[in-house]
């Protein structure tokens, strides 16, 4: 009997290590322990054995039993760990896969550049002004005198609402605006950068455009100021080495009037076809404001007086990263802004 129980515990050894799955398992442990397995068939045995034997092999049954319990809990246990680990690997996520490209947003080269003019003239201690898009007639020419009939108008044709209501040509009317609300306080120094409209489309104009303009008003200022401002403003945006050229021009809201030019950023003053071979590029126009416009602002023009300018951000931007078309700005091409 002590032989069968020894053969059993072998035999049980050798199944359990050969198992493969848990039914394997389950499969031996009912056969051999379970009620009617084989363990239990030799334990009915004992009946037929003396009484000097069956508390020895009743030990030796005990011994066996629990050997073979131990060994069937360790291969339950191993195999559940190797089981998970292959369902692991099997439904684990594959961090080496190149996963969904999520886009990315940018900056549109007319904000990158705005931003950029903002940037220097904050610096320079002025500070951001804005106003209405749908303008009234009088402070997008009237007060900046532009009278009705004025010839200077047909520099500017617009898109008009109502005889009175348009939508505003420049970003001027802001500078009326402001100094309505300021006087008599000094100093006036702003900027106003937004959008403006005029009856104008081809490959250097659009009939919506953006313009920064600038004011300055206290006493004392000169178009020194002016020259100094702008020259300064043509260095920090085109780089230290650009040089300025101040043209005599016509506003009806300044006099004296400058163009303003920069040496070509293309070939630095040499002559190229992007300056048409004269070496120079305009950037703004500017000039001292005009004492009629300061007067119905609000101040004394004996005692005051300001510069303005204004530029076009689609030219500086077209300037700045070489781009001969405007309509590029306002296409939306993925394929050209994505080079920004
Ligand atoms: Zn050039």
């Known amino acids: 009997m002590e032989e069968k129980l020894k053969r059993l515990h072998e035999e049980a050894h050798k199944s359990l290590a050969e198992a493969r799955t848990m039914d394997e398992l389950n499969e031996i442990r009912v056969r051999i322990l379970g009620k009617k397995g084989e363990l239990t068939q030799i334990l009915r045995g004992m009946g037929g054995l003396s009484s000097e034997e069956r508390p020895r092999i009743g030990q030796v049954a005990n011994e066996v039993r629990d050997a073979i319990e131990g060994e069937l809990a360790v291969r ?6 190797l089981l998970k680990e292959q369902k692991l690997r099997e439904e684990g996520i594959d961090i080496t896969l190149p996963g969904t490209p999520v886009l990315r947003g940018r900056k549109h080269p ?5 931003e950029e003019i903002q940037d220097i003239f904050l610096g320079l201690g002025f500070s951001i002004a804005e106003g209405p898009e749908v303008e009234t007639d009088y402070y997008n020419f009237e007060a900046l005198n532009l009278p009705k009939d004025h010839p200077a108008r047909d520099m500017q044709d617009t898109f008009f609402i109502s005889p009175e209501t348009l939508l505003r040509t420049h970003t001027s009317p802001v500078q009326v605006r402001t100094m309505e609300k300021t006087a008599p306080e000094l100093p006036v ?90 070496g120079w590029l305009e950037i703004l126009g500017s000039g001292m404001v005009h004492p009629r416009v300061l007067e119905v602002s609000g101040y004394n023009s004996e005692e005051v007086t300001g510069f303005a ?32």
């Open 76 to 81: 339950t246990a191993g195999l559940k760990e």
């Open 110 to 114: 007319l904000t990158i550049v705005r």
């Open 189 to 278: 120094k702003i900027i106003v950068p937004g959008k403006v409209y005029r009856r104008d489309d081809d490959a250097t104009h659009s009939p919506m455009f953006n313009q920064v303009e600038g004011l300055a008003v206290d006493r004392r200022i000169t178009f020194s100021d002016l020259k100094g401002t702008l020259d300064l403003f043509a260095r920090l945006m085109f780089g230290m080495k650009t040089r300025t050229r101040f043209r005599p021009s016509f506003f009806p809201f300044t006099e004296p009037s400058a163009e303003v030019d920069i040496s070509c950023v293309i070939c630095g003053g040499d002559g190229c076809r992007v300056c048409s071979h004269t």
């Open 309 to 340: 300018f204004g530029m076009g951000v689609e030219r500086i931007t077209m300037l700045k990263y070489g781009i001969d078309d405007m309509r590029l700005l306002f296409d939306n091409d993925l394929r050209f802004l994505q080079q920004f």
